[in-house]
């Protein structure tokens, strides 16, 4: 399949902590995406890496890309309740096509 | 409020029946897609429409059919509906076809097909 795999499925932290979640491809990419969907929602966009960018920073996320691996990782520093939801990323392949996996399940205890 | 609006968000029918999902951005974008998330949380795009013009169509089975009035809207078909077809689809937006875009997503709608 030519899906982006998230690791791990479901993660489990406490509030404050740091969250790392994994992703690997198939294809050769334009960029990849990470979105965030909480339950019974629609997806939001979360950050955009491009195919020559190594590492992005938005607020208090963290994306590093390696395009050599075809993978990419998301960090959410100081983790709130408020950050549990599903996280997906999404490699946009050569027809631009944004291929999604099944997500990383996060949850944030109080 | 500018947004990615699905109607209706939730759809029970049974099978057989022929059903329609509405989708309207007012966004100003180019692109629209339909998605389907099944129960396991994996997301697969169905169509892309850009101005109107199909531009994606993975491999759905032809009793899906999309439709775009025009490039706000794009309406989806389903015909003879079956069970496998129970699933949340999610309309989505993006400014073009430019490969740098962020895509708006819709609150999704639950068909339940029995």
């Known amino acids: 399949s030519q899906q982006g795999e998230e690791d791990p499925q479901a993660l489990s932290i406490q509030e404050g902590e740091n969250a790392t979640m994994n992703c690997s491809y198939k294809?050769?990419?334009?960029?990849l995406q990470w979105y965030r969907q909480n339950s019974g929602r629609g997806l939001v966009h979360l950050i955009l890496?491009?195919?020559?960018?190594r590492e992005k920073h938005s607020g208090r996320l963290r994306v590093t890309l390696d395009t050599s691996k075809k993978s990419s990782s998301l960090l959410i520093t100081a983790s709130r309740a408020a950050d549990t939801a599903s996280y997906f990323c999404?490699?946009?392949?050569?027809?631009?096509?944004?291929?999604f996996g099944s997500g990383t399940r996060l949850l944030v205890r109080p | 409020d500018t947004a990615v609006s699905q109607t209706p968000k939730y759809l029970v029918t049974q099978m057989g029946n022929d059903k329609s999902i509405k989708c309207e951005q007012n966004?100003?974008?180019?692109?629209m897609y339909w998605y389907k998330q099944d129960s396991k949380k994996f997301l697969k795009i169905m169509f892309s429409?850009?101005?109107?013009?199909?531009?994606i169509n993975e491999t759905v089975p032809n009793r899906f059919s999309p439709k775009s009035p025009d490039k706000a809207h794009l309406n989806l078909h389903i015909n003879s509906l079956e069970l496998g077809d129970s699933a949340v689809y999610f309309c989505?937006?993006?400014?073009?076809?430019?490969?740098?875009?962020?895509?708006?997503f819709g609150p999704g709608t639950r068909l339940t097909v029995l």
């Open positions: 989505a937006s993006s400014p073009g076809g430019d490969a740098y875009n962020e895509q708006f």
């Open positions: 294809t050769s990419i334009n960029n």
């Open positions: 890496i491009r195919s020559n960018e």
């Open positions: 999404a490699p946009m392949d050569s027809s631009y096509k944004l291929i």
């Open positions: 966004l100003g974008h180019d692109t």
């Open positions: 429409y850009n101005n109107k013009e199909l531009i």
